[in-house]
Nanobody, 121 residues
Framework: QVQLVESGGGLVQAGGSLRLSCAVS????????MGWYRQAQGKQRELVAR???????NYADFVKGRFTISRDNAKNTVYLQMNSLVPEDTAVYYC???????????????WGRGTQVTVSS
């Protein structure tokens, strides 16, 4: 069974940094892309950053220059380095991945359970 396991969330003061990790566990054939989304209380879930296997990245405007997504393909892990955090970054951060479980199967979209990031002012 494929699972995405996030770690690295927590409480940090404004201006601080956090690094989130998301590891894919289970038997898989390939991962097409991995990324991070966030959902603040009372708001819709939104894209933060995404990275494909070939290294292409896509960032939301509100994190450009502050957050960096990276990926270790050998470890099936994606990271989100978050710097210069502001209280508006407070949210549950979710890992997302497009994974092909078997060579003959179509890619499926998977979500992690989320990790809370709280930025105090």
């Amino acid at each position: 069974q494929v699972q995405l396991v996030e770690s690295g969330g927590g409480l940090v003061q404004a201006g601080g940094s956090l690094r989130l990790s998301c590891a894919v566990s289970g038997s898989i054939f390939s991962i097409n892309s991995m990324g991070w989304y966030r959902q603040a209380q009372g708001k819709q879930r939104e894209l933060v950053a995404r990275r494909t296997t070939d290294g292409s990245t896509n960032y939301a405007d509100f994190v450009k220059g502050r957050f960096t997504i990276s990926r270790d393909n050998a470890k099936n892990t994606v990271y989100l380095q978050m710097n210069s955090l502001v209280p508006e970054d407070t949210a549950v951060y979710y890992c997302n991945a497009d994974i092909q479980p078997r060579s003959w199967s179509a890619a499926l979209n998977y979500w992690g359970r989320g990790t809370q990031v709280t930025v105090s002012s």
